[in-house]
């Protein structure tokens, strides 16, 4: 047991004062009167036996005398700690992940919750024993090495702030048990609001590797009411001689939505136009329904409002068109009522910008179907077209793709992507056969994967093919996307980082397929498909999650890296030096390097969104972890002394002035 | 006991004396004032008091023959005096230790009320008979007549020792005043008695009594209101029970609102039963309180 501010102690002097009256009270006078029929009639508590009133003025001293030592003890602050010979150092693991900034009822966020409880659990622990600091969110990291001193290690802790960063405590475990096993015996002080990993016992695996071995005591303190569980971390083995304390830092009420995936895309083949796919997560913790209000914004101006109910734990994908201009920023934001995790309620997007594609149609005899269908995508003024026979092969100018059809080069080019149509015969990785000038016709194709973007919105159930070629690629990860027989007539994919879309058939020869809608939509799909990465043809917005260790590269890509993030109905910018190509996005919000290059990191993490509340982890704890009460409690207990104080002044005020006028 | 008797000087002294006559005086020069009083009555008598002129008849005492209206009118006409009743009263006065501890100005206002009614009585040649009221009622003196034994009723009086307890009940119920003549009754007491109730029930008991009744309650401001606060053990001064209470504003304000429960309970008794009552409170003036007792329409006050 140790006092936090022993100073205090000398408020038990006070004692004296009631023992002094207690001891030179004033007598009760004695009053004669005429009669006593009158004072007979009064209350009959007035008219107790003369024992009953000594024994209600002694208790009443040994009341006062016990309110007066709650107060000093509450004063001096007393902390139940272990004994010095228990353990040699405590490792904190202290979670810093975003899932901390939540805002507890009294207006606190986990992480100062944390910050507190540390120092309470601080002040109650021996001097010699040393103390490592690790703080985790995505990747540990070891703040202080195992140190005495106390005052260098709460300035530390001070520091600590909270990184929007989905937590990995698996890794962080690890780290801990590592430095834990150092200076055994020692406990680690899991301080998260995530319940610790299940631990394994690791007797019997360690029994013979050596390290290991013996009776393993896990300790799992589940919230602060200290109970205390054995289990098995997963995938992690406590060592000998290291235990393992949760330090609790959940409130018993928390509400949170969130989003948890995000994503925009260009729609192919339409100019400023854009889909936004968000998906959006209320935690499981949640008491009842929860509304939200999902606000859509495009350069500052509200496009979009909705409201959404969500149960607790569930969670509701839409999709969001989007019609803008290149460069304005795109900003979706969560408003819901009693939300006490900011982090996670809105997301941002610069849309990109972009340009014409440049496509080369290189073959010996222009089929006119499939000239038509790619007039038809050059009208929408997304697509320059250059027609042209081998003969102007290899280009003399630089095209975003090249469409090889009825030809082939001899020499391959590996750094386009490249679509062919009726391959004759092999070049590079594309292994050919013509089937004959007549081809096979079919009546029908088997679709392989309907939702392969190059198949975007082309109805594949009317179609009538002739396969004009057998084709084989070497290497990569092409898709069939329509069978004929046993054959592929369509296929996309990658060969060695390249893109690739090849059509063993004939438009010109099939009988439906030119005439449908979904030619010209299967060539733009496919052209826009192997452009999609072209950085040249679509500005490249990186997106990351925040905590995300990212290349940025370039000759003139500076030392730092400039953060837009909407905070507080404002844009606010923040700078991030760079040392080096490798950065960690520590944030969220968009980022631009000096040379332009552009992303966004936002935390969309389910976990994270799934913000716990004691009640919930209670169930959790009920049906997976055991739950094995501790006999010596750490922490302060003034809470509990003033608990006491509280319940002594209402028993006395019953016992004593209940009846009492003042 | 302590020593509780008053001296004589202290209970009738001069000026005393002084006020009582001027009172009585008031009192008579009231009563001239009405035409008729409940003391006169329809008889004639030998007083001073000229009431009529009769012609006289053989039977008559030719000594009340007027001579002066024989001279003038040549006949003879007797003169008729007043003839006044003559009552008994009656002054029981409680002399248990309730009436003089813990307050002993109710031991000299009940002294002084006792002397001041018997004073009248002398004066107004009624009988009067003296008592005191404790466990049992005694009578203190003989019936008296004339103004010449005051100073014995003083004496006398001066001399009552308080004490003891009081039976309300036993004492209303053993006091039988003669019926020889119209009594006028006066009983002056506290009322206290072992129970809150006896009093109320006691009176019950003077329906019995010949003429008219008069219970006059004394108390001390302090016995409605006492100064009391916090813990105190109280002692009763005639059972010398002890009770220690811790006293509380509320509890004094219960406590005063039995006590006016008390009186008003005697009060409505007395009154349900046509005899008077009144509260004599020993921090107001005497003679205010007096007079007002005999202006309720006492006989003795002349109606």
């Not at chain 1, 910050?115 to 001097?127: C, F, M, N, S, W």
């Not at chain 1, 998260?192 to 390290?211: F, I, Q, Y």
């Not at chain 1, 909705?306 to 969670?315: K, Q």
Request: hydrophobic share 40%; proline share 4%.
């Amino acid at each position: 047991m140790q006092f936090i501010h022993p100073a205090f102690f000398y408020l038990a002097l006070l004692a004296i004062i009631p023992i002094v009256l207690y001891f030179f009270r004033r007598r009760s006078k004695t009053v004669a009167v005429s009669t006593l029929v009158f004072f007979k009639t009064l209350a009959r508590e007035h008219q107790e036996s003369a024992w009953l009133r000594r024994m209600k003025k002694l208790l009443s001293l040994l009341l006062t005398l016990l309110m007066l030592a709650a107060l000093v003890l509450a004063l001096v602050r007393v902390v139940f700690a272990p004994r010095v010979d228990d353990i040699n150092s405590v490792v904190i693991l202290l979670d810093r992940s975003a899932s901390m900034a939540a805002v507890d009822g009294d207006g606190k966020t986990r992480l100062q919750i944390a910050k507190d409880e540390i120092r309470v659990r601080l002040a109650g622990l021996p001097e010699v024993i040393g103390v490592c600091l690790i703080v985790f969110d995505g990747r540990a990291e070891v703040l202080l090495p195992r140190t005495l001193k106390r005052r260098e290690l709460l300035s530390r802790l001070d520091q600590i702030e909270v990184r929007p960063i989905a937590q990995n405590l698996a890794a962080a475990m690890e780290t801990a048990m590592v430095i834990a096993q150092l200076e055994k015996p020692s406990v680690i002080w899991q301080v998260s609001d995530s319940a610790p990993l299940r631990v394994d016992d690791g007797g019997e695996e360690e029994d013979g590797g050596g390290d290991g071995g013996g009776e393993v005591e896990v300790e799992v303190e589940v919230g602060k009411e200290g109970e205390v569980g054995r289990g098995e971390v997963d995938g992690v083995v406590l060592p000998e001689g290291v235990s393992l304390q949760w330090v609790d830092v959940r409130a018993a009420e928390m509400v949170n939505v969130g989003f948890t995936s995000f994503q925009v895309r260009p729609i192919p083949m339409q100019a400023g136009k854009f889909e936004a796919y968000v998906k959006v997560a209320c935690n499981a913790a949640a008491k009842s329904t929860v509304k939200t209000q999902l606000e859509v914004n495009l350069a500052g101006m509200p496009l979009q409002l909705r409201e959404l109910e969500l149960e607790p734990g569930a969670s509701v994908s839409l999709i969001i068109p989007i019609e803008g201009s290149e460069q304005q920023m795109l900003r979706l934001e969560l408003r819901t009522e009693g939300d006490q995790l900011a982090v996670d309620d809105q997301v941002v997007y610069p849309l990109p910008e972009s340009r014409a594609m440049v496509v080369a149609w290189i073959t010996p005899q222009a089929d006119p179907f499939t000239e038509i269908a790619l007039s038809a995508i050059q009208e929408e003024g997304q697509l320059d077209l250059w027609k042209g026979g081998p003969d102007v092969w290899p280009l003399s100018e630089q095209v975003d793709v090249v469409i090889f059809d009825g030809w082939l080069p001899e020499e391959w080019p590996e750094d386009l992507p490249v679509i062919v149509m009726n391959p004759p015969g092999d070049s590079g990785p594309l292994h050919a056969r013509s089937v004959g000038a007549a081809g096979i016709p079919y009546e029908s194709v088997r679709v392989g994967n309907q939702q392969h973007p190059v198949l975007f919105r082309v109805s594949s159930s009317r179609v009538a093919v002739t396969q004009t070629s057998i084709y084989e690629v070497e290497g990569g990860s092409l898709q069939p996307l329509w069978l004929a027989g046993n054959e592929a007539i369509l296929s996309a994919g990658e060969v060695r980082g390249q893109r690739m879309v090849v059509m063993g058939f004939s438009p010109g020869r099939s009988e439906y397929l030119p005439l449908t809608a979904s030619f010209p939509l299967l060539m733009g799909n496919a052209i826009f498909w192997c452009a999609e990465r072209s950085q040249a043809v679509v500005e490249r917005v990186r997106e990351n999650h925040s905590g995300d260790l990212i290349e940025i590269a370039g000759d003139e890509v500076g030392d730092e890296l400039l953060w837009s993030d909407w905070r507080d109905g404002q844009w606010r910018e923040y700078r991030q030096a760079m040392n080096g190509s490798l950065v960690e996005l520590g944030r969220t919000g968009m980022w631009r390097s000096a040379d332009g290059q552009r992303g966004v990191a936002h935390l969309l993490s389910g976990n994270e969104t799934d913000v716990a509340a004691v009640g919930a982890e209670q169930q959790r704890a009920s049906s997976g972890l055991a739950a094995d009460r501790v006999q010596g409690r750490w922490g302060d207990v003034g809470r509990w002394i003033l608990m006491v104080l509280v319940g002594l002044l209402v028993v006395e005020s019953w016992l004593f002035h209940r009846h009492a006028v003042y | 006991m302590a020593d509780n008797k008053i001296k004589s000087e202290e209970l009738f002294d001069a000026e005393f004396l002084d006020r009582l006559r001027a009172l009585f005086l008031r009192l008579r020069k009231r009563k001239q004032l009405r035409k008729k009083g409940m003391q006169s009555s329809p008889s004639t008598g030998h007083t001073r008091e000229f009431k009529d002129f009769r012609h006289y008849t053989r039977d008559d005492d030719y000594r009340a023959i007027d001579w002066r209206l024989y001279a003038r009118l040549d006949k003879l006409f007797i003169r008729l005096y007043e003839e006044i009743q003559e009552y008994h009263i009656h002054v029981m006065i409680d002399t248990s230790a309730s009436m003089s501890e813990p307050f002993k100005d109710k031991q000299t206002a009940a002294l002084k009320l006792g002397v001041a009614l018997s004073y009248l009585g002398l004066v107004g040649h009624h009988r009067v008979s003296l008592y005191t009221m404790g466990e049992k009622v005694q009578q203190a003196l003989p019936p008296l007549k004339g103004q010449g034994n005051i100073q014995r009723i003083i004496e006398h009086l001066s001399k009552v020792s308080f004490g003891g307890v009081t039976n309300l009940d036993r004492c209303f119920h053993e006091f039988r005043p003669s019926r020889r003549r119209y009594g006028i009754i006066f009983v002056v007491s506290d009322f206290f008695g072992s129970g809150i109730n006896e009093a109320h029930e006691a009176v019950r008991h003077a329906t019995t009594w010949p003429g008219e009744m008069h219970f006059i309650q004394l108390y001390h401001p302090e016995e409605r209101s006492p100064k009391l606060d916090g813990e105190i053990e109280l002692v009763d001064v005639e059972t010398q029970e002890h009770r220690r209470l811790w006293l509380t504003k509320r509890d004094l304000k219960r406590y005063e609102e039995t006590f006016d429960k008390f009186t008003e309970d005697i009060e409505r008794s007395c009154l349900s039963r046509q005899m008077d009552y009144q509260s004599w409170r020993t921090d107001l003036a005497f003679e205010d309180q007096f007079l007002e007792l005999l202006s309720r329409g006492s006989a003795l006050a002349g109606g």
